[in-house]
């Protein structure tokens, strides 16, 4: 089966719920991204940190996988389907999709501040001061944060760089290094950008746009997959 690689952004999930980060109405619209998501931001205010994402878990847990999540679901019938995210959300892992990369984390995980390898599944429980990991550190949630190293991008390089189609849905392309990976895809590897908003894209390669949302884009994707790269 050909590979088809996708990058995921926080519009996929859009339709289930969950608010973008940099529209208006976003998350960054209503939260300092520094005070919420960066190291500076923990060590200023732990208590706001944690609240932050645990209002985000508890908003997860009415959430379900939409139309989007889903068609990508279905198109492992017919292609090798990656995906990349940088959703902290688990809605890929719910609507089924079988390889999943988090770049940016995972809500439902916390993980110790001291040693980042003492990491936890909590569902959609809180984390709250005074939780802590088995050596006693206090946990912290299991985000990528602003001005943190991202250890999975090497991983998702290398899948990027193996795509016989690759395609960019709901997401600004203005955060690094995901934004990045566009720079992994093979020459003559046709790239879809499926979003209902202008975004520009980081690279000069052409792109066939699909101005939808995401479940009537990917819809209109699985389309023009299955008729022109089977
Ligand atoms: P942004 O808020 O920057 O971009 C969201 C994109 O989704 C925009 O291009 C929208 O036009 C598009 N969009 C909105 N509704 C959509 C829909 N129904 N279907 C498809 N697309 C839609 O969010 P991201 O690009 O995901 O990182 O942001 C990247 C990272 O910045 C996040 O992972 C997060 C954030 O700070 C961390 O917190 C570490």
Partial sequence: MKKLVVLTGSGISAESGLKTFRESGGLWENYDVMEVASPEGWAKNKELVLRFYNERRAQLKE????????????????????????????????????NVLHLHGLLTRARSTQYAELAY??????????????????????IVWFGEAVPAIEEAASVVATADVFAVIGTSLVVYPAAGLMDYVPKNVPVFLIDPNEVAIPTYRSVRYIREKAGKGIAELQEILRKEFL
């Fill in 121 to 142: 599944d909590i569902g959609y429980g809180e984390i709250k001061m005074g939780d802590t990991c088995e050596k006693g550190f206090q946990l912290r949630p299991d």
């Fill in 63 to 98: 959430a379900l996988p939409n139309s989007a999540h889903m068609g990508l679901k279905e198109l492992e019938k017919d292609f090798e389907v990656n995906i990349i995210t940088q959703n902290v959300d688990n809605l890929h892992k719910r609507a089924g999709s079988l």
